[in-house]
């Protein structure tokens, strides 16, 4: 009876280990260094974030799609109507975690990233004023950002699912620091070179002002898929299968 009841035992131990793919890695909760386990399992599934995880449903990070974009700025000496739709963002899947804090009596993790960069498209209709000069135009807008920051706090709750404890996270909160960004907008109006150049250089002056007005949308929209994935993974597998 005691050896059928440790070849049952092992049976059970291999059949739940089964359970996890190679890219899950396993933090044991009491390990002295937990942060750094779970920030070293994060960076081993982040290949696989840019084009999803199909065996555990987990969507594709990028591109990243986002609603319309309304940014609205005035009056000032700088006053800006501008609608921006098909806005899609490449990058987000190469943030590197710089800094990583765990509760997990609590389910509360809180991280820094640094996200390389980040490229950006859709179409644009604009109305701008600055000083005396209106720019009006529509077109594909394109941009460039490099070295953006975050600050991430996730906190998660333990639910049963068929009477096991899994970890859900709540909505993400996410904010982010601008680095360096540049704007290209296609097919602006200008009626000999000279006006063209002065005004792709008074956009180009002020693409701060569009990325200011873009943050918020960009903040939800990677908070919302980040909650996704992160819940798409922890439901799937039992509390203690993640930290074991």
Request: charged share 25%; glycine share 6%.
């Amino acid at each position: 009876m005691e050896i059928y009841q440790v070849v049952v035992a092992i049976s059970a131990f291999f059949t739940a280990t089964a359970l996890l793919p190679e890219y899950i890695h396993v933090c044991n909760a009491r390990d002295p260094e937990l942060p750094k386990c779970i920030n070293n399992s994060i960076n081993h599934l982040r290949p696989r974030f840019q084009s999803g995880i199909k065996d555990l449903e987990v969507p594709p990070l990028e591109p990243l799609k986002l609603n319309e974009i309304k940014l609205r700025r005035g009056p000032s000496a700088v006053a800006l109507d501008c609608n921006i739709t098909n806005f899609k963002v490449w990058g987000p899947s190469s943030f590197v975690i710089t800094d990583l804090k765990v509760n997990l009596d609590k389910n509360i993790f809180v991280f820094k990233t640094i996200i390389p960069h980040l490229y950006f498209k859709g179409n644009y209709n604009l109305n701008m004023n600055i000083l005396l000069i209106n720019v009006r135009g529509r077109g594909p807008i394109e941009g460039n950002c490099t070295n953006y920051g975050s600050e991430v706090v996730m906190k998660g709750r333990k639910i049963l699912i068929n009477n096991e404890e899994h970890l859900k996270f709540d909505k993400i909160r996410l904010r982010l620091s601008i680095g360096k960004s540049k704007i290209v907008l296609g097919n602006l109006p200008g009626g000999d070179s000279i006006l063209r150049e002065v005004t792709d250089s008074l956009v180009n002056d002020n693409s701060d002002l569009f990325i200011n007005e873009i943050k918020p949308t960009l903040e939800r929209g990677l908070a919302e898929k980040f909650t996704e994935i992160a819940n798409k993974i922890t439901l799937r597998f039992t509390y203690k299968e993640l930290f074991a």
